[in-house]
C-alpha cells in the first residue's frame, strides 16, 4: 500500500503562483504515471497534469496548459506541480495520485489510478 501526502497548497492572489508536492510511500511501482486532480464541491473530479516514469509522456489540461507544468523526481518520489498565472477558477482542491503504468494506456486517461493523497486546498482571491 502506498501513501501520498500533498503540500504546498493556500491562498493567494489572482496572477500570483505556487508550486505543490506530493512524497510517495510505502510501495512503490517501478514504473508508474503520476497525476494532479483536482475537485471542486458539487463537481467532478478533473485530471489537471500526468506524467509517465519515464518522462517522456506528458499531459497537461487544455484549461492548464501555459500556466502549470508537472515535474518528477524518481529518486526521491515525488511529483510536483508548479501553477503560475493564477485563475479564480483555479480554486480547488488538488489531489495527486499514482498509477502502475500500463500497456496501452494514454498518459491523458484519467482512469485506473490506485493511490491518492488526501488533497490540498488551493484558492484564489483577493
Known amino acids: 500500500q502506498a501513501q501520498l501526502v500533498e503540500s504546498g497548497g493556500g491562498l493567494v492572489q489572482p496572477g500570483e503562483s505556487l508550486r505543490l508536492s506530493c512524497t510517495a510511500s510505502g510501495r512503490i511501482f517501478s514504473k508508474s504515471d503520476k497525476a494532479w486532480f483536482r475537485q471542486a464541491p458539487g463537481k467532478e473530479r478533473e485530471l489537471v497534469a500526468a506524467?509517465?516514469?519515464?518522462?517522456?509522456?506528458?499531459y497537461h489540461a487544455d484549461s492548464v496548459k501555459g500556466r502549470f507544468n508537472i515535474a518528477r523526481d524518481n529518486v526521491k518520489n515525488e511529483v510536483y506541480l508548479q501553477m503560475n498565472s493564477l485563475k479564480r477558477e483555479d480554486k480547488d482542491v488538488y489531489y495527486c495520485a499514482e498509477r502502475r503504468t500500463a500497456f496501452r494506456t494514454r498518459i491523458s486517461d484519467a482512469d485506473g489510478y490506485e493511490y491518492w493523497g488526501q488533497g490540498t486546498q488551493v484558492t484564489v482571491s483577493y
Open positions: 506524467l509517465r516514469w519515464n518522462g517522456e509522456d506528458i
